[in-house]
């Protein structure tokens, strides 16, 4: 007897085998038996909802404490930051000189800078006749004038941090260290309009600007002023 019914249980097994129908049933009943929601039902603060594991408010985003700074946000320096000072009388004062050294990379990158976001409006040589006025925008500075040439150097930051008239501010265009050297450039492009043979330092050859043309194969009327396109 138990030889006539093992061949029947194995042959109603592989019969319920071979039903695709009940095959897949049996594979979803596995998948939805293995799932668990574990980290879906595990406590979390959910933003914007309140939170039971902070009991003396309930919130789940907890207030920022008293007196700290962001990191890389501490700002010690102030005048490197804000290109003013507080006097004793509660004003705030302009400085005529840089917060840290500057070199030669200083003033190649405050001409890449300047070059980039001042000369369409200011040109390259600061005569406030740049490209975008030539075409009917307001008159830019010209910081060869005796107002320019007055002001200290951190005013050029305070104004390329905060615009002034129709200049709009370049803070985010230009960073803290970025600024400071565009305004060393722009005081060295003010120094070379008015520099003498005196301000060369000892032994170094001073050259006319003709000789120079000459040296490079340019004609001597290269020196001269160019004549500007009349604006309408």
Known sequence: MDRDQGPGIRGQSSRSLGNPALFAGLVVLLVFVGCRQDMQDQPKVIA????????????????????????????????FYTGVVQAADGYREEKNEMPFPVTMDVLRRGQERFNIYCAPCHSRVGNGQGEIVRRGYKTAANFHDQVRLSQPISHYYYVMTH??????????????????????????????????????????????????????????????????????
């Open 48 to 79: 914007q909802r309140g939170s039971e594991f902070f009991k003396t408010d309930h919130r789940g985003a907890r207030p920022q404490v008293a007196n700290t700074v962001a990191r890389g946000e501490l700002r010690e320096d102030s005048y």
């Open 163 to 232: 615009g002034y008239n129709a200049m709009p501010d370049y803070a985010a265009q230009l960073t803290p260290v970025d600024r400071w050297a565009v305004a060393a450039y722009m005081r060295a492009l003010q120094l070379s309009q008015s520099a003498t043979a005196a301000d060369v330092p000892q032994g170094v050859q001073v050259k006319s600007l003709k000789e120079i043309a000459r040296e490079n194969h340019l004609p001597e009327s290269f020196t001269e002023q160019w004549p500007l396109p009349a604006t309408h």
